[in-house]
């Protein structure tokens, strides 16, 4: 099932209650978008150490069952979402899993494999995915993959709760979400990088800082909808750009004299092997 999902603003009412361990930055986006899109508060739970943090949930997001520590109140949960930092795992799972059941395991951890999960939780029911940053606003995308005793309907339960984040991208195997985590998981700062040297540029030929930043922006904003709005390819699309002999056509020369889409994929290369790395490293432990 190797197929993209739009965002939806639907929640479907089997949305099972679910426990997120752990309640930062892309816990709170995920939530204000279930809550948003009809899900009940009361069906959500959140384990949180920090007492500030488990304050702005509270405020934030009425009727929530937020936590310090783990309880027995986990025990509802037919769902529970790992969003800790991945170094902070084990020592989490160890005090959850008196209580975890046969929950369905889905992690937004970075690197953490299904295998340490399932050393970790006595779990075989679990997806793991990655989304990127953009999903605090709803405009990111994320990867998923799910164990072989994931059934349909767990697949289903995991594409609900990432939804709020944006689009979704099944993938196979579980190897291949490290080649999502260097395209679109770390992709938001090379497109920060590429924005930081249009507006740089844009500065020195002139343009106030604002000015530069907005067009860059813009730019880069409107050329990606341009392009998941059409189905010709990216070449045709940066070719219809390009006029022979004008101004498009002498900054791609520069960025051809320096080979710059081969440097790229070097680097989307390296960000792939790094992600193996931190994996390998995480297993260990």
Known sequence: MNQTLPPTSVIPDSLPVTAFIGGGNMSSALIGGLLG?????????????????????????????????????????????WA?????????????????????????MAGVRCAAIARQTGAQRMVRTMPN?????????????ASAQASDDDRAVADALLAPAGRRVWVEREDLLDAVTAVSGSGPAYAFYLAEAMSRAGEELGLSVAQARELALAT????????QGSRESLATLRANVTSKGGTTAAALAVFDAA???????????????????????????
């Open 37 to 81: 899109a009809g899900a009940d508060a009361a069906r959500l739970l959140v384990v949180e150490p920090f007492a500030e943090q488990r304050q702005r949930l509270q405020q934030r997001f009425a009727g929530l069952q937020v936590f310090a520590s783990p309880s027995p109140a986990l025990r509802m949960a037919q769902a529970v979402v």
């Open 84 to 108: 800790v930092k991945p170094q902070q795992f084990a020592q989490a799972a160890a005090e959850c899993e008196p209580y975890l059941g046969d929950a369905l395991q889905v992690s937004i």
């Open 133 to 145: 940053t953009p999903a605090l606003i709803g405009q990111g995308i994320t990867g998923l993959f």
């Open 220 to 227: 880069l904003a409107g050329a990606a909808a341009l392009a």
């Open 259 to 285: 080979d710059m889409q081969a440097t790229i994929v070097q680097a989307l290369h390296a960000a792939d092997r790094r992600a193996k790395e931190l994996g390998d490293a995480l297993d260990a432990v």
